[in-house]
């Protein structure tokens, strides 16, 4: 059903300023290039930004996989996934990350490394890193141009004299090809070394703040740290240094939600759903093997 | 002694301006104000030079310009015209013809500013020694633990007590925050320090203290100040040399002790028989 929409909802002009935006986001890695932002069907903030660098660059050959926060099955992935589909005749939507062509994501990188021909669009609430130093974007924007990041690292610094650590969990400030600082959206520190040198094109769109931005393939993309007090990301261990396994398909080497049971213990699952999927459907085919 | 600093023909005039400003301003026309057309001439055909080690004083009463020449030399302002150039270790450096991140390095790494205003030389909302990381993140030291080391040892240079080091400036004293902010100016050991009106406004003890702070600072580093007050006193303290400014020019310059002990220019002489 086309619903007599234009293929993709925007008209092909709005597609082909954004695809422009795109071209320059990738040939000036991490400046965050300004695009119109059209109005969407749904509230900005509920990622318009992706959705319009989805839109744009879907085609009837592609499948498409929708991910909000590791899941597919959340609210905000099932209603993209659904406009999509219903704006898009022909393209093929899948939960599996392999057979996916595009992937729109709120707030995670997938665990399985994404490959050369995938690309990863990512929804962002808030564009720039130096919004929480600097209020005027007139001056953050000759920052970002003269890579004047004295003031992000001073945060990190007065970080670590009051608690010891860097307490940043998300969005954590990230200098791509050794010049433009970005915020990488929410994605958990965990997700952000997936950024250094990835096989993968990665878009990131803010829809609301009107800007896109990129990470090409293989390019260098390296947290902010000082020397002597490396990034890190979270290590899930327990009050005795064990590392928590998904209480699902048993893995120890993913990024974990905490769920509250009714008894008010807590529990630990992967936050990538399709990955825990997989781990669990392999396990079943090892065991039925060797049942065999 | 080598010349670290050389400045020619230093302008600033704030409006449109108009050919007539130049002559209808000035001393003998008793007004910074152009009557033409309005514009303030707030400094005109200011040059002068200074060497390494050497603290040159600028006077004069408030509106004579002797902030603006400070404020343009840091690139706070640009100059409607005029020439500055730097003499550094690795090179001179033609100050006004640099480019903005040419400019934004020498101001972070070679210069140092103390306001007479702590709240434009430090950010509040950051802790004292953050005030000094800042600069020496800006100039790409990254080791937390060498950044840690040189803010303390720039604080307690400066007498601030290490135990407050992680308070914000906010919680101090006005001559406290003084002392961080002289601190961050020195963080990155520069050949030359601008220091506007830093006593004014502290009682007298606290005074005495930053002006003794400032000359040893000198004689142990050998930097080179330019020193704006218009307190007779700091000048005859601290400068070796000085200029007296009115509405904009140099009325007079020289040595400090023959300024203050034989005036020429009949301002001077009035503002020096006021004082003592």
Known sequence: ?292 | MRKILEVRNLSKIYGKGCPRCIESTGPEADTNMCPHCGSVVAIHDVSFDLHEGEILGLMGESGSGKSTVVKNLYFDQTPTSGEARFFDEAGTQDMFHLNAAQQRRLRNQRFGMVYQNPHLGLNFGISSGGNIAERLLMNDVSHYGEIRERAKELLSRTEVLLSRMDESPGNFSGGMQQRVQIAKALATNPPLLYLDEVTTGLDLSVQARILDLILEIQQERNTAMIVVTHDLGVIRLLTGRALVMKYGRVIESGLTDQILEDPQHAYTQRLVASAL
């Open chain 1, 1 to 292: 059903m086309s619903a007599g929409y234009n293929f993709g909802f925007l008209d092909e002009h709005a597609k082909k300023e954004v695809r422009r935006a795109i071209l320059k986001a990738i040939s000036i890695p991490g400046y965050q290039v300004p695009y119109s932002s059209r109005e969407m069907p749904m509230g900005r903030g509920f990622g318009t930004g992706g959705l319009q660098i989805t839109l744009s660059l879907i085609g009837a050959n592609d499948t498409l996989k929708v991910i909000d926060q590791g899941s597919d099955d959340s609210v905000n992935a099932v209603n993209l996934r659904q406009f999509i589909e219903m704006t898009c005749p022909g393209i093929d939507t899948t939960t599996r990350l392999s057979e996916a062509t595009l992937i729109q994501s709120r707030h995670r990188i997938p665990e399985t490394p994404l490959k050369p021909e995938q690309v990863l669009v990512l929804q962002v609430p808030y564009p720039d890193p130096l919004v929480v130093v600097e209020p005027s974007e007139d001056k953050r924007k000759i920052m970002h141009g003269e890579a004047d990041y004295a003031r992000l690292l001073v945060k990190l610094y007065e970080d670590i004299v009051k608690f010891d650590e860097i307490t940043i969990s998300h969005r954590y400030p990230t200098r791509i090809n050794d010049h433009y600082v970005i915020d990488p959206s929410p994605i958990p520190r965990w997700d952000v070394p997936k950024l250094d040198n990835s096989p993968a094109l990665i878009l990131f769109g803010a829809g609301r703040e009107k800007k896109i931005y990129a990470v090409p393939p293989h390019t260098k993309g390296e947290p902010l740290a000082f020397e002597d007090v490396p990034f890190r990301v979270e290590d899930f261990r327990d009050a005795q240094g064990k590392r928590r396994a998904c209480a699902r398909c048993g893995a120890t080497d993913t990024f974990l939600d905490e769920f509250m049971n009714e008894d008010g213990s807590k529990r630990y699952q992967c936050s990538d759903s399709d990955y825990c999927d997989e781990t669990l459907e392999a396990d079943m085919m090892t065991e039925a093997t060797t049942h065999a």
